[in-house]
Each structure stands twice: as structure tokens, then as C-alpha cells.
């Protein structure tokens, strides 16, 4: 069973010593009734405006009164919460105090609907053991995340996606501590493979769309921070599906000082990509491996080595495509025929080394050191020949839907030798320092960045009125011809400071601010960016006190938090930025800013006697210093100058909780707007005239987006679960090739896509041992599902094939995306 309720504890009530100081300390660590540490578990004296949490390890501490007895409560999501009786304390004491979750003389359960990130604009906190059922084509973890709000993704081949109208370069991630990179050279969704982060190692998610901390790096939309998990016993659990594997084992010394985590994962997705237009011998291979490991040197130091190892390889061998398209009154088929083949292999290789320094109990000092590595190939020789027909669409015809005249032909020829490898070394610091009223935060760091690049692509077409290239001196002028090499070394300085503090105890009056620097030598160019968020509850000291005191549900306020951000929000280019569509590498570009205006609100509610939570927000995003871009299906083409500037805005809906009891299920909207305007740019007119369109769509402007993830169970038999996603978005702007990017005034058709999952409890993890018997005793649980993608065959498409036909009319040739297929699963855990 899923969680039901966030239980958290009262801090607030009438003291009963006025004049007390609190100057004794109590301390330990909280165990579960199995022996093992837990974190995460609130904190507080009861009637009192200060509480803590217990950090990784079970350890808390805590300041308290000393000369008076107290109750000490401690709360954790999905246990029962219990008060204990503590006795007095002498000044300057320090009591230890160990404690099992589940035992104690239980005083008073205080329940209350709250979250350690409630106060923090913006922040969606994920629990990973809701999203294991989740149906998911790729494996990757990124696609839970399109089921939030503010997060837009048209593609469910690819593990990108846009949040707030940014693009996929925009958006910051970490793993532990370590920034993420995505591949350089990727074209589209099948080519990716496996994103980094291992949804099976993942231990808890914040995901933020705006507005956040400083501590976290210079993009202009979207954070994600990773943890992945700390065992603390033995434990593994492997997945096997009709598109791959995943294993997972994790553990610790007997000692409990050193720990392991290690996740393999192998995907062949030839079965999904068969339902494509293009017909071919599809060869994909992704594969990964990742380690985490730690090693606790003594009570305040602690080495862990962070480490991955991936390789994705795509090789397809187009045979033809048939496309059919248009309207029911003109109707169009397109029929290619392929030879040649494409061979795309991107490895990377990352590994971080971490040592975290606890010199006092207020104050945790990290040191990280980290490489990334990746090396990316794209080769590809296709030549095609095609033609257009025209369909019979009189439906009395007995020629009905077959050709009834051609329309235009033609031969292509794509090529590319491109080759990528791109190094990052960092060297970081970051530091925690916690009081009673204060929670400052530091970091420095600094990286190295080695990019050596080599582009040779080129695209050759010929037909009768189609694209007839010139001949010169004896040599055609391709279509389209790319060439470019670039070896570059530079160097990135950046830093930052935050403090968060609660000015206001009783209603959570929290304010964070802070500020980063910024430093690239390549462009010379240093920013600084300003970052402030504040958050209270109006009703929180009312609500606890009725809760405290038993004095009914009826007297209680709206459980409400309002909040608000304000920041600037720098992104310095990256090497994608600096090359523009023919190749050529421009280092003067600077960094694109976007400043950031978010307010927004949670209210927590029950309904049906069950939990919710409903999420607003709204916000401005002013942008400036901007590089215009294309996209097509997934590859971003910058004009690599900073000349363009705009706007976003938009507002985000979310309602979560227990729609069914027990199982946690959410839906969110979004409805947003971000436009350009690109300086000093034309059109010129038929008569000469010239007209300046001021403001256009950008590439990610979809409009509306509307997501769900549903689950529910059989009422007499629970271990029959269904999960269900679905996803609505709007048409995002496009137009023809080799056109201006103030031409992109057609929408692409609205994305929908429905995917659902049944699955059945083979062994449930809640069995007594007593009553395990054959393979029950092996294996901790088991479940299997069976999984349908694009349940209702809806054909989604992420890009045109632009043709001619004889009459010198261009033809805009739908890409179509995946289309309905079942997939049967089997998950074990140990």
C-alpha cells in the first residue's frame, strides 16, 4: 500500500515556563523495530515553536529547556507518531536518547498534513515506490516527471522535456550533488537510450519549475535533484520485459560503515520501434552500469564514490516507408524506398569522488571531485528514392484508397561524419551550517571543459521542379552542406551563498535568499544572480492549537501556504550554443538571462475522509540576451548570437492524493504562453515593403498540457492494481525548411497519448514468514504486469518530411511517433 497521510508534528501550543532557557541538548539516532536507522522523521517538543529532523543515519539533535520536563514527539510518513515523557535537564546537558519508531509510552499521535518542503516555491517531492508500477516505454526516469506540472514533452521516445516554455537545455540535473549532462550529437528519441539517473537506485526526488535556490546551477527553467539511496541491509531486485533488464543490488558490512549500491541496465527497444512508418532492421542496444559506494573513516568522515558507465548504440537499416496523409477530400500517400544505414554509438563515462567532513554537529563540510566523459559518433549514408500519390477517395470507387495519379518523384542522398568527445572536470566545495534560526549553505567551484568537434554532414535531393542543385565549375552545389571543426579548453568559476531563516515560528514565515557568481573564461563574461523566496502559512498556529487541544475539526482553518519567488537566472553557453546551423563556432556569445516573478499557493484538504493536496502558480519570466533556435524532433539548432529577447507566462495546476484509498494519484495542468522577438530582423515583402513581426512563438510554445496518473485496485483483492498515464498537449509552432523561423505559423497536431498498466501480486512483501512456503521463501515480492502503450493508436507526430510535387507545391510529410503496443513485465525483489 502506498502512503496515506504526512504525519507532522505540532510545534506550537502554550508554554508552560516562560522564563526557561534553552540551553541543554538532546540527541541520538530513531530505528524502525528492525534495528535499521531512519531518516527523514520530524522532530519537536510538544508546545514548543522549534523542532529538527533526523538526517541520513537516523541522527538527530536538538536544543531544548533545561529545568522543566518536557514531551518529545516524533512523526514519519506512514508510521504512527509518538510523544515520550522526558525528565528535566541540567544547563548545558546532553542527553541520548535512542529511539524505535513503534515502541515508547504513546501519549498523544499527532497527525498532521504537511511537508518538509512545503515552505519552498515551486518544489514537487516524489516518492519512488509510488511510480514502480508506473507504465513506461523507455525505462528512463525523466518520464514520470511529464506527468507534473509546468513539464511539457511531445515525444515518449525521448527522456527530454521543457518545462515553462524553456527547451531541453535549460533544465538543471543532479545526482547526488553532480550535474548531468545530455549527449550532444542525439537527432531523435529512438537514438537516445538510457538516460543516467537509474530509476532503481533512486532514494527521493524535489523537482522544482521556477523560482529556486541559489545553490542550484545557472539554467534558466527547471531543477532536479537526485538522491540516490543509503543502504542499510541487504537487498536486490531485478525487472525483466519484452524491451530489456534491470538488476539491482545494495547492502552494507556487518559493521554498517561501509555500504553498496550497484544498478545494471540493458534495453533493446527493436520491438517498439518496428510500429514506426519507417520499416527497417532496427538494432538498438543501450546499456549502463552504476556504483555507489561509501565508506564511513570514523563518526565524522565519510568517502562515497559515485560511478556510471553507459553506452548506447543505434543502428538501423531503413527498407522503405509509407506514409499516408491530408484529408479525407485530398487524400496523399508516400511511398520510400531506402538503402544505406544509420550507426549512432554515444558512450559516456562519469565518476565523482565525495568526502563529507562533520566537524561539529551544526555543520557538514563536502568535497567533490568529478569527471565526465563522452563520446559520441554519428555516421550515416541513406539515399532514397520516393513518390507522391494522389489516393481515390470516392468512397462509392472500387479504386477507394489506392493511387489515383502521381503527383512528383525523386532521389535523396543524407550523409554525416560527425564525431564529438567532450570532457568536464570539476573540482567543488559546499558547505551546511545550521542553527536554530538560521540554515546557511556555501559552495564553491570549479571546472575545466575540453570539447574537440568535427562536422561533416550533407544532404543531396533531385527531382523534376523539386530541388535541382546547381552545377558549378563541374561540381553540384549540395542542398545542404555542413562542415566545421572546433577544438576548445576553458575554464568556469562559480560560487554561491544562501541562508534560510524562520522570521515567524507560529504561521512558518520563512524567507531564503541568496546569490551565485558565475565566471567563463571563453566569453570573459561574469554574472551574478540574485535569488530570494518566502513562504508562510496564515492558519498554522490556529490549526495546531485546535488540533493540540482535541477541540474539533469544525474550528479549523484552511490549511494553506502562500508563496513567493524572485530571482535572476543566468545560463552561460555551453558548447551547443556556441555552434550554429552550418557549424561554425561563435565564443562571444554570452549568457541568455531570464528573471523570474512566481507566486503560488498548496491547500491541503481531505475529501472522502482521505488526503489532498491541491497546487497553483503562477508566473512571469522575463528574457533577455536570448539565442533564437529551431528544433527538429529532438536535435536544437542554435544562431549561436544573443539577439533575441522575450517573455513567459503562464500558470500551473495540481491536484494530488488518494482518489482511491490507499494508492496515490495526481493529475496537473498547465496553460502558458512564451514568445521572441528577435532585433534588428525583416521580412521582406513581394512589393518591397518591409514588416518587422515583433513578437513570434518560440519552438516550446504549447499552450495548453493536461496529465494524469491514475491507479486504483480491485476492492475485494488489492493485489490487482491498474496505472494508468495520460497526456494532452497542445501543437507546438513549425513551418518549412530553410525558411526563416518567423515562418513557423502552423501548429503540429495536439500530442495524446494513453498508456496503461495491469499488474498482479505474485508474492506480497507484507507476508508473514511463517506463512512463505516454496518461492515465497526465495524472493522478498513479486509482481507482474502487462502493459499497453498508445492505448488508444493515436498517431502522434514529432516532425515534417517537406516534398514537392510537380506543380512546385510543398507537402508537409508527418513523422509519426509509436503506435499501440504490449509489453509484459516481471519484477522480483529479494
Not at 516518492?127 to 514533452?153: A, C, H, M, Q, W
Not at 512456503?773 to 498517431?795: M, P, R, T
Request: positive net charge; hydrophobic residues 35%; without cysteine.
Amino acid at each position: 500500500m502506498f502512503q496515506k497521510l504526512l504525519f507532522f508534528l505540532s510545534f506550537l501550543f502554550l508554554s508552560l515556563a516562560g522564563n526557561a532557557q534553552i540551553n541543554a541538548t538532546i540527541y541520538g539516532v530513531v530505528k524502525d523495530s528492525a534495528g535499521v536507522a531512519v531518516d527523514d522523521v520530524i522532530i519537536g517538543v510538544v508546545g514548543k515553536t522549534y523542532g529538527t529532523s533526523s538526517s541520513e543515519g537516523g541522527k538527530y539533535e536538538l536544543k531544548v529547556s533545561s529545568g522543566e520536563a518536557f514531551q518529545l514527539a516524533f512523526a514519519l510518513v506512514g508510521r504512527t507518531g509518538l510523544v515520550l515523557d522526558i525528565a528535566p535537564l541540567k544547563p548545558g546537558e546532553s542527553k541520548r536518547l535512542d529511539v524505535l519508531i513503534g515502541s515508547g509510552s504513546v501519549k498523544r499521535v499527532l497527525k498532521f498534513q504537511d511537508s518538509p518542503d512545503r515552505e519552498k516555491i515551486g518544489v514537487i517531492t516524489l516518492d519512488p515506490r509510488n511510480l514502480e508500477p508506473f507504465p513506461n516505454i523507455t525505462g528512463n526516469f525523466e518520464t514520470y516527471l511529464k506527468t507534473l506540472p509546468g513539464v511539457t514533452s511531445n515525444n515518449e521516445l525521448s527522456s527530454q522535456y521543457n518545462v515553462r516554455g524553456g527547451n531541453y537545455d535549460e533544465n538543471l540535473i543532479y545526482v547526488n550533488d553532480i550535474e548531468i549532462y545530455r549527449p550532444f550529437l542525439v537527432r531523435s528519441g529512438q537514438q537516445e537510450g538510457l538516460s543516467f539517473i537509474n530509476p532503481n537506485m533512486v532514494k527521493n526526488v524535489k523537482f522544482s519549475a521556477g523560482g529556486f535556490e541559489s545553490r542550484y546551477g545557472d539554467k534558466m527553467s527547471s531543477v532536479l535533484d537526485v538522491k540516490y539511496k543509503h543502504p542499510k541491509k541487504f537487498a536486490s531486485s531485478s525487472s525483466l520485459s519484452l524491451m530489456g533488464l534491470n538488476s539491482m543490488i545494495e547492502g552494507t558490512a556487518k559493521s554498517s560503515r561501509f555500504t553498496y549500491l550497484l544498478g545494471v541496465r540493458y534495453r533493446a527497444n527493436s520491438y517498439i520501434l518496428n510500429s514506426l512508418d519507417v520499416r527497417g532492421d532496427y538494432k538498438p542496444r543501450f546499456a549502463d552500469i552504476q556504483s555507489l559506494i561509501s565508506y564511513d573513516i570514523n563518526e565524522k568522515l565519510q568517502l562515497s564514490l559515485l560511478s556510471s558507465y553507459a553506452e548506447n548504440r543505434y543502428l538501423m537499416i531503413p527498407q522503405n516507408q509509407e506514409t499516408v496523409f491530408g484529408t479525407v477530400t485530398n487524400a496523399l500517400k508516400l511511398n520510400i524506398g531506402f538503402e544505406g544505414q544509420e550507426l549512432m554509438r554515444y558512450q559516456t563515462m562519469m565518476s565523482a569522488l565525495t568526502l563529507s567532513y562533520q566537524p561539529t554537529k551544526f555543520t557538514v563540510l563536502k568535497f567533490i571531485a568529478s569527471g565526465f566523459n563522452s563520446i559520441e559518433n554519428e555516421y550515416y549514408s541513406v539515399e532514397g528514392a520516393y513518390r507522391l500519390d494522389q489516393l481515390e477517395n470516392n468512397l462509392g470507387s472500387d479504386d477507394f484508397a489506392k493511387s489515383k495519379y502521381n503527383r512528383g518523384a525523386g532521389y535523396f542522398v543524407n550523409n554525416a561524419r560527425n564525431n564529438l568527445q567532450a570532457t568536464v572536470i570539476n573540482i567543488a566545495h559546499r558547505g551546511y551550517y545550521s542553527s536554530k534560526s538560521n540554515n546557511l549553505q556555501w559552495g564553491l567551484q570549479y571546472q575545466h571543459e575540453m570539447i574537440d568537434d568535427k562536422l561533416h554532414e550533407w544532404k543531396y535531393m533531385d527531382s523534376a521542379d523539386f530541388s535541382v542543385p546547381l552545377l558549378t565549375n563541374g561540381n553540384f552545389e549540395l542542398n545542404q552542406f555542413y562542415r566545421g571543426k572546433a577544438n576548445i579548453e576553458s575554464n568556469r568559476y562559480t560560487a554561491y551563498v544562501q541562508n534560510s531563516m524562520v522570521l515567524h515560528q507560529p504561521n512558518n514565515f520563512t524567507v531564503n535568499y541568496g546569490i551565485r557568481t558565475n565566471y567563463w573564461d571563453l566569453n570573459r563574461q561574469n554574472v551574478i544572480s540574485p535569488r530570494v523566496q518566502v513562504s508562510f502559512e496564515p492558519n498554522r498556529a490556529h490549526n495546531r492549537k485546535v488540533r493540540f487541544g482535541n477541540l474539533g475539526d469544525s474550528l479549523l482553518k484552511k490549511d494553506i501556504s502562500i508563496k513567493a519567488a524572485f530571482g535572476y537566472y543566468y545560463q552561460p553557453p555551453f558548447y551547443r550554443e556556441l555552434r550554429n546551423q552550418t557549424g561554425e563556432v561563435n565564443i562571444n556569445v554570452k549568457a541568455q538571462r531570464a528573471i523570474h516573478f512566481v507566486t503560488g499557493m498548496d491547500f491541503l484538504f481531505n475529501a472522502w475522509q482521505r488526503p489532498f493536496k491541491f497546487f497553483a502558480e503562477a508566473y512571469y519570466k522575463k528574457l533577455d540576451f536570448l539565442i533564437p533556435y529551431e528544433i527538429d524532433n529532438v536535435r536544437i539548432r542554435y544562431y549561436a548570437t544573443n539577439n533575441s529577447k522575450g517573455y513567459a507566462t503562464g500558470i500551473d495546476l495540481r491536484v494530488n492524493g488518494e482518489f482511491i484509498k490507499g494508492t496515490e494519484s495526481w493529475a496537473s495542468m498547465s496553460v502558458m504562453k512564451v514568445a521572441e522577438n528577435i532585433s534588428n530582423d525583416s521580412i521582406v515583402r513581394s512589393d518591397g515593403s518591409v514588416k518587422y513581426p515583433g513578437n513570434i512563438p518560440r519552438p516550446t510554445d504549447q499552450r495548453v498540457n493536461f496529465s494524469v496518473f491514475f491507479q486504483d485496485e480491485l476492492r475485494k483483492n488489492p493485489k490487482y492494481k491498474m496505472h494508468l498515464m495520460g497526456v494532452f498537449g497542445t501543437g507546438l509552432p513549425f513551418g518549412p525548411p530553410n525558411k526563416h523561423i518567423y515562418n513557423n505559423r502552423q501548429r503540429v497536431p495536439p500530442y495524446r497519448r494513453v498508456d496503461i498498466g495491469f499488474s498482479k501480486m505474485i508474492i506480497d512483501e507484507k507476508m508473514n514468514e511463517t506463512d512463505r512456503k516454496g518461492l515465497s521463501k526465495l524472493f522478498h515480492s513479486a509482481w507482474i504486469s502487462l502493459e499497453v502503450f498508445n492505448l488508444l493508436q493515436i498517431n502522434n507526430t514529432i516532425s515534417y518530411l517537406w516534398i514537392k510535387d510537380i506543380t512546385n507545391t510543398y507537402y508537409a510529410v508527418p513523422n509519426y511517433l509509436t503506435s499501440r503496443r504490449l509489453n509484459v513485465a516481471l519484477m522480483i525483489k529479494f
